[in-house]
């Protein structure tokens, strides 16, 4: 199979879940031999668009990767539509247009893909929430298979979010409950449309950790669309009322954690030490009310630790609810609650772990994942064809 996968940015320090899906997917590809490359900008990351790497085509880690100069940064009016949609007060459809135009583009990625998508079984696009991923699916709608990473924000809103699911050839979803916004919610009609879900790594090896029972283990990107100020209030309010806590915080972005007795920063770590976090802490608490998979979730139940999430994220709650890997809060009080009940009941939580880690290894590896993927491959391209 030949395959090409387009992100706007891709590296090894790159974080976020689309891009983590992306290096995952692509490296299992090449392990079944399968023909890969990865088509992306010159950008080193998604928080300045500035043209970082040379353009060209590289190996990173055995895969191909050509990366495209930036030719239009975002423009002057952006700020302001960006700013309109994260307070949800809502585009009229000229401003959801005027969005795409204003952002960041790359228009030599944009002639390769309309030039060479002919010559693969699939292009891969993705996430849906940036105007470069809409404009790079419309070089050849009629080979890329959107994998949206969706979630009931505003952006799954606008028109031109509509327009792209179906329109594209097919679209690729992570989770039932992502499947269920875009079909139920937004009433989008795409051309067809599977949930594949999303590989998971096994974690880097490291010895049996013993259970710190009053750290709480926050990790992946900072930024307040992560509902992260809701659980650093959480905390400290648990701490201030004489609850034995300490929320270790590891991941970098935007957001820079309060300073709090109960709040310990930790930054970028490396793998091992992910890994020992993960099974050391007395679970992972994922306060995110838009996810559309959540990876940190599924690296927690490797390691054997359970999960706390909020109630409101149907596709995290979805996830303790199949794999009865956690407990979910909605409020403060259910938020202490749960955290002093794991801490209470060390062999139950143990058990939650146990179960997740089950659910994962069912679910979630690559190589799964990238048999339901060919799979429904080979079933649209029969349709196509025939």
């Known amino acids: ?80 539509l960006e700013q309109s949609l994260a307070s949800f007060s809502g585009l009229d459809t000229a401003d959801q247009y005027h969005w795409l135009e204003q952002a960041v583009h790359s228009a030599p990625l944009y002639a390769h893909i309309a030039a060479h998508s002919a010559t693969h079984d699939a292009i891969i696009a993705l996430p849906y929430a940036m105007p470069l991923v809409h404009y790079a699916s419309w070089a050849a709608p009629e080979r890329v298979l959107l994998w949206p990473c969706l979630h009931d924000e505003p952006y799954a809103y606008l028109q031109p979010t509509r327009l792209l699911m179906e329109n594209v050839w097919g679209v690729i979803y992570n989770s039932p409950e992502e499947a269920n916004l875009a079909h139920s919610r937004l009433r989008v009609r795409t051309r067809r449309s599977a949930t594949v879900g999303v590989g998971v790594a096994p974690l880097v090896s490291a010895a049996d950790q013993p259970v710190q029972k009053s750290s709480l283990l926050y990790m992946g990107r900072l930024e307040e669309g992560k509902n992260l100020p809701l659980l650093f209030e959480f905390v400290r309010r648990y701490a201030d009322e004489g609850g034995k806590i300490e929320l270790l915080v590891a991941g970098n972005g935007p957001l820079t954690p309060p300073r709090h007795p109960a709040i310990r920063f ?88 146990e179960l997740g880690r089950a659910y994962v290894e069912a679910q979630y590896t690559w190589p799964a994942v990238l048999d339901r993927f060919a799979s429904v491959v080979a079933q649209w391209q029969e349709q196509r064809d025939g």
Request: proline share 5%; charged share 20%; with cysteine.
């Open 266 to 353: 930790l930054g970028y770590i490396s793998a091992p030490e992910k890994t020992r976090l993960l099974a050391s802490s007395l679970a992972l608490c994922q306060p995110s009310l838009n996810e559309s998979f959540s990876l940190t979730i599924m690296e927690s139940w490797l390691a054997g630790r359970p999960v706390l999430v909020h109630g409101a994220c149907k596709v995290t709650h979805g996830h303790v609810r199949r794999s009865q890997g956690g407990l979910w809060f909605t409020s403060y009080d259910e938020f202490a609650g749960a955290v002093q009940w794991l801490q209470e009941h060390e062999e139950q939580a143990w058990r939650m772990g």
């Open 1 to 80: 199979m030949r395959v090409a996968i387009v992100v706007p940015v891709y590296g090894r320090g790159v974080g976020g879940g689309a891009i983590t899906l992306a290096r995952g997917f692509a490296a299992e590809a090449a392990r079944r031999g399968w023909e890969v490359e990865v088509w992306t900008t010159c950008a080193a990351n998604h928080y300045e668009w500035r043209n970082a790497h040379p353009p060209g085509v590289t190996s990173e880690d055995g895969i191909r990767v050509r990366r495209f100069p930036i030719t239009q940064v975002p423009g002057a009016d952006y700020s302001r």
